[in-house]
C-alpha cells in the first residue's frame, strides 16, 4: 500500500513515500516508518496546521535515524558476505607465483618438489600452478587489485605495518595509530563493521570469525560486540557437536604444530565450515595465518604450500556455498590481506614500517553482484580501510563509525 505525506514546512515542501515492505532495502527499516506513521491519521496532503512543527520533527528524526544505517537504491543481490584474510600473504605472490630467487630458503620446512610444482617460466601458468581457485576461478568470475605492474595499488592507512593494525583497519574502515601500535592481547576500543552488522535486527546472532591467531577474540572484542569468534588453539564445544567437529578436537592438540600458539589454517578452515553448515551465518571472517607465520621464519617452501592449500581452502568453501540453498547465488567473498612484506632475500621475511613496500597489500572478490573483469588494470589507488564499508554496502548497509572511514569500493558492486 502508498502512502503519502506531503507537508509545507517552512517554504519547503517535504514528501515521504514509504511503499511495499519488499520495496525497502530492509525490513527493520519499513516497521520504522510504520511504526511513525500508523497513529497518524491524514489524508494525501496536509495543510501546514494538520501537523505540527514537533511532530513532523519527529517523523524525520526517526527516517533519518533509520535511513543511516541504510544505503537506498541498490537492487543488490547479495544477502550473506565471507570475509577472508591470508596474514602477510605478498601481492607478489598473488600475481607472479613464486620467486626462483626464494625458493632455496628452505631450512627444516623442505621441499624437493618446490619447484615442479610451482615453477613455470610463464609468469600467468605461475601464478595458476600456486593460487588455481584464483586464477581459474575468482580471476574470471571476480575481480582483483593490486597487481601494481598494471597500475593497480592497493595500500594500507594505518603507519604501522603489521598484524593488529592492519587487521583492525580492515574490519573498521579506518586506522587508529594512537592506540593500535602492537599486536597485543588489548581490546579493540573502536567498533568493527562486524559489530555494526551484528546490531541489525536481520544479522543479529549471524556473524561469526574463525581465525588461527588467537588475537583475533581482543581485535574483535568479542566481549562488547558479541560476535561469535573462534580464535587460537580453541576447540569446538557445545551439546550437539558433528562427527567431523568431534575428530578435529581430538586430533588439533595431538599432532605436531610447527607454529608455537597459533592454530593450523586446516583446522581453523574446517572449524568454521562446520559452522557454516549447522548454524548458516549471514557475515562469516575466516582469518588464516600460516603464510605470516611461515614467512617469518624464512621457510620460503612453507610458505608456498601454505597458500596452495589456503587457495585450495578457499576453493572447497565457494563450491560449498554453491550447493546450498541459503548461500547459492546470494553470497560474496572478499578477500584480502593485513600487510605487505619486504622484497629482497632478506626483507620478504619481515614487515613493519621500517621495511619498504610492506605497506602493499592486494584485495579480491567475487559474487553475484561483481562483474567478471579479473585483474583491475590501469592507474588506480585503493586502500585497506575501504573493505568495512564494501562488506557493509554489499548487505544495503551504511557503515559509519566514530571516525571517518574508507568508502566502499562502487567497482566491486558494477558502479
Not at 10 to 26: A, D, M, V
Request: glycine content about 8%; hydrophobic content about 40%.
Amino acid at each position: 500500500m502508498l502512502t503519502i505525506l506531503t507537508q509545507e514546512f517552512g517554504g519547503t515542501l517535504i514528501r515521504i513515500e514509504p511503499s511495499s515492505q519488499e520495496n525497502f532495502i530492509s525490513p527493520d527499516l519499513f516497521a520504522v516508518h510504520y511504526k511513525v506513521l500508523n497513529d497518524i491519521t491524514f489524508s494525501n496532503t496536509f495543510s501546514s496546521s494538520s501537523l505540527s512543527i514537533i511532530l513532523m520533527k519527529k517523523i524525520l528524526f526517526a527516517l533519518i535515524i533509520s535511513w543511516s544505517s541504510v544505503s537506498f537504491g541498490q537492487s543488490l543481490k547479495t544477502e550473506n558476505v565471507i570475509l577472508i584474510t591470508l596474514d602477510g600473504m605478498r601481492w607478489q605472490e598473488i600475481f607472479n607465483g613464486g620467486d626462483s630467487s626464494l625458493m632455496r630458503q628452505q631450512v627444516y620446512l623442505k621441499d624437493e618438489k618446490l619447484r615442479e610444482k610451482f615453477w613455470r617460466d610463464d609468469a600467468t601458468e605461475r601464478r595458476k600452478a600456486l593460487l588455481p581457485f584464483f586464477w581459474n576461478t575468482l580471476a574470471v568470475k571476480g575481480q582483483l587489485y593490486g597487481n601494481r605492474a598494471l597500475g593497480c595499488k592497493v595500500n594500507v592507512t594505518n603507519n604501522q605495518w603489521f598484524s593488529y593494525p592492519g587487521y583492525s583497519e580492515i574490519l573498521t574502515g579506518h586506522a587508529d595509530d594512537d592506540r593500535i601500535n602492537s599486536n597485543d592481547k588489548l581490546y579493540n576500543p573502536n567498533g568493527t563493521v562486524l559489530e555494526f552488522i551484528n546490531q541489525q535486527a536481520a544479522f543479529k546472532g549471524k556473524v561469526a570469525a574463525f581465525s588461527s591467531w588467537d588475537v583475533f577474540p581482543y581485535i574483535i572484542n568479542d566481549k562488547r560486540s558479541g560476535v561469535v569468534v573462534n580464535g587460537g588453539l580453541v576447540e569446538a564445544k557445545g551439546d550437539k557437536l558433528t562427527e567431523k567437529e568431534k575428530t578435529l578436537n581430538q586430533i588439533m592438540t595431538n599432532i605436531p604444530n610447527p607454529i608455537t600458539g597459533v592454530r593450523l589454517d586446516a583446522f581453523t578452515f574446517y572449524y568454521g565450515l562446520e559452522y557454516m553448515k549447522k548454524n548458516k551465518p549471514r557475515v562469516m571472517y575466516f582469518a588464516f595465518d600460516e603464510t605470516d607465520d611461515f614467512a617469518h621464519q624464512g621457510e620460503y617452501a612453507a610458505y608456498l604450500n601454505a597458500a596452495n592449500y589456503t587457495d585450495r581452502f578457499i576453493g572447497e568453501l565457494w563450491n560449498y556455498l554453491q550447493t546450498d540453498p541459503v548461500y547459492k547465488n546470494k553470497t560474496t567473498m572478499i578477500l584480502t590481506c593485513d600487510h605487505g612484506r619486504g622484497v629482497n632475500a632478506q626483507e620478504w621475511r619481515h614487515h613493519g614500517k621500517k621495511i619498504a613496500e610492506a605497506d602493499q597489500i592486494w584485495m579480491a572478490v567475487i559474487g553475484p553482484d561483481t562483474p567478471a573483469k579479473g585483474e583491475v588494470k590501469g592507474e588506480c589507488q585503493y586502500y585497506q580501510n575501504q573493505v568495512a564499508k564494501t562488506m557493509a554496502s554489499f548487505l544495503g548497509l551504511n557503515y559509519q563509525a566514530d571516525k571517518k572511514v574508507g568508502d566502499e569500493v562502487l567497482s566491486m558492486m558494477g558502479k
